[in-house]
């Protein structure tokens, strides 16, 4: 097992700042997930781990030791991409026991069948990979990087190209088999459900740094920054401005004209009345009905299906609010007025996200 640090990594393509800055640790055995837009410099953080790239400044060291003088094939990396990249005119068994053709043909066969055993492809060792799934393929790629044993896994989207459902399987898979072998796992994504199911920690990425490293639970309920709140689920961002600072508790007035509400804040010391501030308020937090200190009458917009639940879309003077209920729930139509509540503990202040450009 593997700690890897990077510490003040930087590099640019030409004029492009892919990764401007960054410094983070990933923990031996630990699965962290870079998440973000595209573009945002995900996949560069990984080739740069692998040794595909070079940074133009900064460190990336392994258990402590800078690697940048290691070429790519010393670092023991094992990566796995969005297309599986298998060689088509090798069977099963031959991808994956092509990192070990160096090893005895004993040794090299029960290595292979161990590793299809662990990714459940045991028995399909002799099809070529245009005979399996595309779920399938996606395992075998895996297994075969994890042949040589790799001491860091790295994973370019590897499930970007399934389909929903396989997609969710498939990510349980990788943390169980993750897991159970104790690799230290650096996950790349752009779907930010993706990345809270599956890791320990989450890396939330944009323009080229890191916004926040945090559990997936904190960087829900406690996100760092105004980008953080609203790219990791489903969000209300909402503008205002302070009113009154009482203890534990500012009154924001909403912009554009919107009523005052009630929102807990742990330091208010160096708040201002008049300063501008925006905080994040949860759809599954908001109720239909008075029954919470923070009352806001609005106008069904629209209504959206999920099945288990409903999203619906209310204009609460000039602020579009997001209200997640369960079907049945809502006895109103859309252009009709209906009024919601939610409390000021379930209102996330974000100050400084809001002087942020
Ligand atoms: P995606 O999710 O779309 O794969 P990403 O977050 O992985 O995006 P990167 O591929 O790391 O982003 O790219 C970061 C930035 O660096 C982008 O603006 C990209 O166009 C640029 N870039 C990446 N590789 C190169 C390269 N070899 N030459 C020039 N520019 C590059």
């Keep these: ?3 890897v640090r990077l510490a003040r990594v930087r590099k640019s393509f030409n004029s492009v700042l892919a990764v401007d800055d960054v410094s983070f640790t990933v923990a031996e055995g630990e699965f962290l997930a870079l998440v973000g837009p595209s ?12 040794g595909f790239e070079r940074p133009d400044a900064g460190d990336i060291l392994f258990s402590g030791r800078s690697v940048l003088a290691l070429p790519a094939e010393r670092r023991r990396v094992g990566m796995v991409f969005q297309n599986y990249a298998l060689f088509p005119h090798m069977t099963v068994a031959g991808n994956v026991g092509y990192g070990l053709r160096f090893r005895p043909g004993s040794d090299r066969r029960a290595r292979v069948a161990e590793l299809l055993r662990l990714v459940d492809l045991a028995g399909l060792e002799d099809r070529s990979p245009a005979e399996l799934s595309a779920g399938q393929r996606q395992r075998a790629a895996l297994a075969r990087t ?7 896994l790295l994973l370019d989207e590897p499930l970007s190209a399934l389909d929903a459902k396989l997609r969710e399987r498939l990510r349980l898979e990788i943390r169980r088999l993750q897991r159970q072998l104790r690799i230290t796992t650096i996950y790349v994504t752009h779907d930010q459900e993706e990345a809270l199911a599956i890791s320990d920690r989450v890396a939330v990425m944009n323009s080229g740094r890191i916004e926040q490293l945090g559990t997936p639970q904190e960087v829900y309920a406690r996100p760092a920054t105004a980008f953080v709140a609203s790219f990791i689920g489903r969000g209300n961002l909402l503008s205002g401005e302070i009113s009154e600072i009482e203890s534990g508790k500012l009154v924001v ?6 009523p005052a509400v009630a929102v807990a804040a742990e330091a208010t010391a160096d708040c201002l009345p008049g300063e501008q501030v925006k905080f994040l308020i949860r759809p599954e937090r908001i109720k239909l009905g008075a029954g919470l200190a923070n009352r806001l009458r609005g106008r069904l917009k629209g209504v959206e299906f999920l099945g288990d639940a409903i999203w619906a879309y209310l204009d609460c003077a000039g602020n579009e609010l997001r209200v997640k209920l369960a079907p049945g729930d809502l006895a109103v139509a859309e252009g009709e007025e209906v009024e919601v509540s939610f409390s000021p503990s379930d209102c996330y202040l974000l100050r400084h996200a809001a002087r942020s450009p």
């Excluded at 573009?39 to 692998?50: D, F, N, P, S, V």
């Design 1 to 3: 097992m593997v700690e």
């Design 39 to 50: 573009g945002c410099g995900k996949t560069t953080i990984l080739r740069l781990i692998a």
């Design 146 to 152: 994890l042949a040589p044993e790799p001491q860091l």
């Design 253 to 258: 007035r909403l912009l554009p004209q919107g």
